[in-house]
């Protein structure tokens, strides 16, 4: 995993463009492999949480993120608990189905602690289940200490394929995942390409872990690209214009 500090009003401002393009190519039909996007430019766009967050039970163990309040923006936001469940957002059903000419790019989203109190923890960062319920994890690589979101928009890039160190965790629930990373994590063997095209080709399940410390926190999301041709932000606005070309 690779994280870089962004400008997020900059960000905003430039992904506007590519959207105009993706709304093209919907129409036109030529949208086939456009990455899925979300930048929460006017409401949660379908994500929930998962976890143990501070927020009004919604029902089926998940609850909706704040968007707005007293950290109002264009992303979405949550209050940890404390109660010692691991946050995750919970992607919508655009993000699900059959992926599989996603594999071999890019999962890029931005990460944001407002707030924090304790120590950093070790959790997977990004699952995957598949319909048939194989499951892959994705762990920061290194120290984990050093991917840990602080008071400013973090950008993180994981390539979906193996490459990136992606591990079977089939078999594995996320109500395990307190005690999952150390237990679990050494002995889990690498995802292959195979697996990793099977699992995003029938894909039933995206998570993306919010909270990284074991105190009170405040986590937000924002920029979440899925199936991006580019480690860069930027370049993916080139892809799709690109594609766009390639269609005239």
């Known amino acids: 995993m690779v994280y870089i500090k962004v400008s997020n009003k900059l960000k905003k401002k430039i992904v506007i463009f590519p959207v105009l393009i993706l709304t093209f190519l919907g129409v036109t039909g030529c949208s086939a492999t456009a990455p899925e996007f ?54 919508p059903s655009k993000y699900l189905g059959d992926k599989s000419h996603y594999h071999g790019k890019y999962l890029q989203y931005d990460l944001r602690e407002f707030y924090r109190d304790g120590y950093a923890f070790p959790a997977a960062d990004v699952w995957l289940i598949s319909n048939n319920g194989t499951t892959l994890v ?8 050093n991917y840990t979101p602080d008071d400013s928009w973090n950008n993180y890039e994981i390539k979906l394929d193996s490459s990136a ?13 307190s005690s999952f990373p150390t237990q679990y994590s050494d002995e889990l063997t690498f995802a292959t390409d195979t ?9 039933a399940a995206l998570y993306i872990r919010a909270e990284f410390t074991n105190g009170e ?16 932000w930027v370049s993916n606005i080139s892809d799709i214009f690109r594609r766009f070309l390639e269609q005239l």
């Open 165 to 177: 160190g992606w591990k079977n965790a089939t078999g594995i629930s996320l109500s395990e995942d």
């Open 217 to 232: 926190d405040i986590d937000a999301l924002d920029n979440v690209y899925f199936g991006s041709s580019s480690r860069n």
């Open 38 to 91: 979300s930048t929460f430019s006017s409401n949660d766009e379908g994500w929930v949480v998962i976890g143990d967050p501070a927020l009004p039970y919604e029902g089926g163990g998940s609850y909706v993120p704040e968007y707005g309040g007293e950290y109002a923006g264009e992303y979405i936001w949550v209050e940890d608990s404390v109660l010692g469940g691991v946050m995750y957002w919970v992607a």
């Open 138 to 145: 994705y762990f920061s690589q290194g120290n984990y200490a």
């Open 195 to 203: 697996q990793i095209s099977g699992v995003l080709g029938s894909l």
